[in-house]
């Protein structure tokens, strides 16, 4: 079973960074994407970042394009989301999430829909 779990949120004060983690198990899928989103109470999720390396696409939603980078490890067992120059806007729940054999994914806005796992979300909590 493919098993994703987030974590490295916490609080920070604004102008800081942090750096989520999704530590991936059981994922063999040779071409994958990988999505960050998050969600705001009472929102629905929204993309944040995301990347497929069946397309070599890589998505960032505008308010957080140039403050955040999205990476993965060779292994594909851990995707990063460095977060720099945080703002109390970024406040929210961030989940990881995967999809095997992606088509044409992450070249716009993902939805939520088109990835298959997800782990837990981590809480982002940005002080003014």
């Known amino acids: 079973d493919v098993q994703l779990q987030a974590s490295g949120g916490g609080l920070v004060q604004a102008g800081g960074s942090l750096r989520l983690s999704c530590a991936a198990s059981?994922?063999?899928?040779?071409?994958?994407?990988i999505g960050w989103f998050r969600q705001y109470p009472g929102k629905e999720r929204e993309a944040v970042s995301c990347?497929?390396?069946?397309?070599?696409?890589?998505y960032y939603t505008d308010s957080v394009r140039g403050r955040f980078t999205i990476s993965s490890d060779r292994t594909k067992t851990a995707t990063y989301l460095q977060m720099n120059s945080l703002k109390p806007e970024d406040t929210a729940v961030y989940f990881c999430?995967?999809?095997?054999?992606?088509?044409?994914?992450?070249?716009?806005?993902?939805?939520?829909?088109?990835?298959?796992?997800w782990g837990q979300g981590t809480l982002v909590t940005v002080s003014s």
């Open positions: 999430a995967a999809r095997s054999w992606p088509v044409n994914l992450c070249a716009i806005t993902p939805s939520e829909y088109e990835f298959d796992f």
């Open positions: 059981g994922f063999t899928f040779a071409e994958y994407a």
């Open positions: 990347f497929s390396t069946r397309d070599n696409n890589t």
